[in-house]
T-cell receptor, first 112, second 115 residues
Framework: DQQVKQNSPSLSVQEGRISILNCDYT??????FLWYKKYPAEGPTFLIS?????DKNEDGRFTVFLNKSAKHLSLHIVPSQPGDSAVYFC???????????FGDGTTLTVKP | GAGVSQSPSNKVTEKGKDVELRCDPI?????LYWYRQSLGQGLEFLIY????????KSGLPSDRFSAERTGGSVSTLTIQRTQQEDSAVYLC?????????????FGSGTQLSVL
């Protein structure tokens, strides 16, 4: 049973437009959510996070929205840049921390 | 070092051989994690170490897999009698205290190929 799902394996957008990456989860014990970005041949790097007590967190061009009732979160990138082309992973953790559970990732391609 | 260091970066082995993968976490980080990413898949949790607590081994796929963390720092992931399905990128990560709101710092991974 996959507890964190990213249903879109890939997304392609034009430079300057908005990129929206989606993530759904099933475990109601998750209360902290993180997005990581991964370039080829590198490990994932942290991008932005949100606690379950919030519904929005913004950092520059990146905004994460959380809808707890729907168990859904999304990452918005505005404006998208070619350097944003990477694999984006959604991850979730519970209060007691320990392991993070990751989705399968969404490959974002931003076309110049 | 400044980041999480993993070695080797690439490992090619024959089916049935044992392999050891090494992870050197960020200095001062008490939590250490191993994940693997098979081709076209997401990150699969393997094992988690936090301080002196018993490790969370719930993600290890079989008893051929084991890991240890010596002195609360360096960790070694051992795969015995490797199989072709073990081929993947093995990623190590560390964090300061393993609390829920912490981000993980990942190494670049070890690409394991079992022929």
């Amino acid at each position: 049973d996959q507890q964190v799902k990213q249903n879109s394996p890939s997304l392609s957008v034009q430079e300057g437009r908005i990129s929206i990456l989606n993530c759904d989860y099933t475990n109601s014990m998750f209360d902290y959510f993180l997005w990581y970005k991964k370039y080829p041949a590198e490990g994932p790097t942290f991008l932005i996070s949100i606690s379950s007590i919030k519904d929005k967190n913004e950092d520059g061009r990146f905004t994460v929205f959380l809808n707890k009732s729907a168990k859904h979160l999304s990452l918005h990138i505005v404006p998208s840049q070619p350097g944003d082309s990477a694999v984006y992973f959604c991850a979730a953790r519970g209060t007691n921390a320990g392991k993070s559970t990751f989705g399968d990732g969404t490959t974002l391609t931003v076309k110049p | 070092g400044a980041g999480v260091s993993q070695s080797p970066s690439n490992k090619v082995t024959e089916k049935g051989k044992d392999v050891e993968l090494r992870c050197d976490p960020i200095s001062g980080h008490t939590a250490l994690y191993w994940y693997r990413q098979s081709l076209g898949q997401g990150l699969e949790f393997l094992i988690y170490f936090q301080g002196n607590s018993a490790p969370d081994k719930s993600g290890l796929p079989s008893d051929r897999f084991s890991a240890e963390r010596t002195g609360g720092s360096v960790s070694t992931l051992t795969i015995q009698r490797t199989q072709q399905e073990d081929s993947a990128v093995y990623l190590c990560a560390s964090s300061y205290a393993g609390t829920g709101n912490e981000k993980l710092f990942f190494g670049s991974g070890t690409q394991l190929s079992v022929l």
